[in-house]
């Protein structure tokens, strides 16, 4: 990521750039700057006041504060992006991989972009361009251009003889990139393939038939991660519809992709921003939870009319109150938990209808097992205590049927979204509330109605 | 972690192993077996029945078998080892590394354990053996020991020199590892970086006085993946307390570590178990959330215990329990939203406490704000609706100091269990609706009694 984009404005540039790999040694070449590792740097901005980011990013030289700048969270950025100078900022934009920067642009103000943009090397400027015209929740918006490609036709001692002639540029040389000339991807060597290969032995020769893996360039983020964590690639090549190399996703954004959609699947499951961070200002969460709040006030206010049709019951029996929040409130953890075990399952396995139904029938044997256990206690309990056997044995059936009822709502619900082709997590916990709110209300009202009252 | 434990086993072993890199195209160059991916033969098996399993897994080359079977999910592994005859088992368990055959044989009864490993040869036992020691859910347990070492005395081309020679039988050749005379870890090199050094130059000038960055075996796995994630390392050495170099996380396990981490977080905070899923046998799943679920049922038998409180009031006002659930409902999804971000932050950012109680105060800066607007909203639909102005005002006031306390709640609860050295997710729900039922049935019916009846 971090190999600049204007080398000619860099000379005492130093060959290898840390952040993707290993602690760079080569610092100790040029000694000048400070030491730190760019995201260590980062986490250290993080600490100081504006005036302080902006006062040591200026300071330091333009290829460590442009690393730097990368490790930052969004929010911390773009307000430190909009008090540098426009020239300091650009500077620092033009060090960037043509990756970081498209990132790191399409989080400002057109107008500022535009700014910066205006100020690099029109080359570089068009090729960011470029990059920003992706949408980043896809393969393109997240994919490296920075890469070796190797003809077909060439042999492997000219392949790795390139491939040594690019070291300096590239960032990750592990991998070469072979295409047909149509630039068609035809397939993927590693460096260490390629040393192991006959000398004189075209690529196409090694390759045979072997149909690279990649992904076209609108692939979804989550089907990148999928692909990338099922086959534990360290890159992964992205093309276009008609299979010509566009760039690669590479190991630093895939750890960052699946901490993202980690992060995307617990925080919508509930209804909070996807990609809310403790370092969001608070005002924009309180915009992006709202609508959820008012979703799940809405659907309470069902279950409370449910209730309400059992007003005259209450009225008579208003112990039924004490006990009514406990089925409700049983029935959505058990959901929940089938909930949370189907939401991760679908994010890191390939969607399969029958496996899905298969899991959905899992969730209901458990929910029943559990839900008999914890019936016969409540049964047990509720008869001691009480005294009321009959009151006891209206609850435990009400708790059981809601459990079961919440575990299959709890495991269904995903599939559902991912049916419909919506994200399988978003607002769940939310509609799973609602059915096991309602639900446990009815089934204890209505059954303490027509045996208790 | 394909490179097979015992080469003299297998004289044709290809050079290279997929699984861990790009689609290897070497499988061309013997051209037997199946040419399947191992990923994709993995999922294939998952789909078959057992016999299918244990007759496909036979027929296969074992190199094959050992890569399909590290691939498969934990529970379908167990079974087919089970099925499989003593041999054949310990034939594909000898064609694995040594970090994956420890991982397999862990999940085995020690008595079959034992018999495997006395088939396997005595010097590749015993590293199993050895590996299998370590925690698992440390950086010892999921290390790679397969990797190039370096002394730091050596130079560049000599360097380059053991690489080559090495390349066929280490599974990522991309980094050497620099120790001095007593294997303690001076630094890290990338193939790229001794390409660009001088000849002659000694390793140890190369490195000058870099610290690599490393961590111990006993680091657990939450950890090595944070630094991981923060440096965006593509491995991380692993050490023991006197700084000697034991093996390293490769990039194929920080994936793995990453998505369990992520599953663990969703799965924990609901109180299911930390490595379920859809896989996981019904029965055990039910030990696992059965425990949880009576933690559950004594919470919101407490929260029962508060209306009980109030029995007198609701006889005398029925309508009272119905939006009682709504306030406890709306504050415990506010509180969840604060507790989903919280606990993505906890497990991608570096802890720190100030950070932490600022997080808190921004929630609870979220909780107000939602919590007025939300309050009324409902002030004015219950006056209008119901007419009764005095019931809207008390469920209104209810409702906002419910939702801020569900948001404080939701914040703290995972600082707290952090603090106190615990999982920040644990059961983080199941105390959180204590709380917010509890509170919001307090505060409801409290006020209701107060002013209402």
Request: glycine share 6%; aromatic share 4%.
């Amino acid at each position: 990521m971090k190999t600049p984009l204007s080398p000619a404005s860099s000379p005492e540039k130093t060959p290898e750039q840390a952040g993707t790999a290993q602690p760079a040694p080569v610092d100790a070449f040029d000694g000048q700057g400070d030491s730190r590792h760019p995201a260590d740097m980062a986490a250290h901005l993080e600490l100081l006041s504006l005036k302080e980011q902006v006062d040591l990013l200026t300071a330091l030289p333009r290829e460590q504060a442009a690393e730097a700048v990368a490790e930052l969270d969004e929010h911390v950025r773009v307000d430190l992006l909009e008090h540098l100078d426009t020239d300091t900022a650009a500077g620092i934009v033009g060090e960037m991989s043509p990756d970081d920067a498209a990132d790191v642009l399409d989080e400002l103000e057109e107008a500022h972009s535009d700014v910066l943009l205006s100020k690099l090397h029109s080359k570089d400027a068009e090729e960011i361009r470029t990059l920003m015209a992706f949408d980043p929740e896809t393969a393109g918006g997240v994919m490296n251009t920075e890469i070796i490609i190797l003809k077909q036709d060439i042999s492997a001692d000219e392949a790795i003889h390139k491939i040594r002639a690019e070291l300096a540029d590239k960032e990750i040389p592990y991998y070469g990139y072979i295409v047909d000339d149509d630039n068609v991807l035809t397939g993927v060597l590693s460096l260490r393939d390629l040393m192991l290969c006959p000398p004189g032995m075209p690529l196409k020769a090694v390759l045979k038939n072997r149909e690279p893996v990649s992904v076209t360039f609108d692939t979804e983020r989550e089907e990148v991660a999928r692909v990338i964590g099922h086959y534990n690639f360290m890159t992964l090549p992205v093309v276009d519809h008609e299979g010509r190399l566009l760039g690669i996703v590479s190991h630093d954004d895939v750890i960052d992709i699946i901490n993202d959609l980690a992060s995307e699947d617990m925080l919508s499951m509930v209804g909070a921003g996807q990609d809310e961070s403790t370092e969001t200002p608070w005002i924009e969460s309180v915009k992006m939870r709202l609508p959820w709040l008012i979703v799940n006030m809405l659907n309470s206010a069902l279950a409370a009319c449910v209730v309400y049709l059992f007003d005259g019951t209450i009225e008579q029996m208003a112990i039924l109150a004490v006990f009514m929040p406990m089925v409700a409130n049983q029935a959505g953890n058990t959901g929940q938990q089938a909930l949370a075990v189907m939401i991760r399952s679908l994010a890191t396995a390939k969607f399969s209808r029958r496996k899905a139904w298969n899991a959905v029938r899992r969730e209901g044997k458990i929910g029943l097992a559990n839900g008999l256990i914890l019936g016969i206690v409540i049964l047990t309990f509720l008869t001691l205590f009480t005294g009321r056997s009959d009151l006891a044995a209206v609850m435990a059936a009400a708790l059981l049927t809601d459990m079961v009822l919440g575990a299959l709502a709890g495991a269904s619900i995903p599939v559902l979204l991912k049916e419909m082709g919506r994200d399988p997590a978003q607002a769940s916990s939310i509609f799973l509330t609602a059915v096991t709110d309602g639900a446990g209300f009815f089934l204890f009202l209505g059954l303490a109605t027509l045996f208790l009252v």
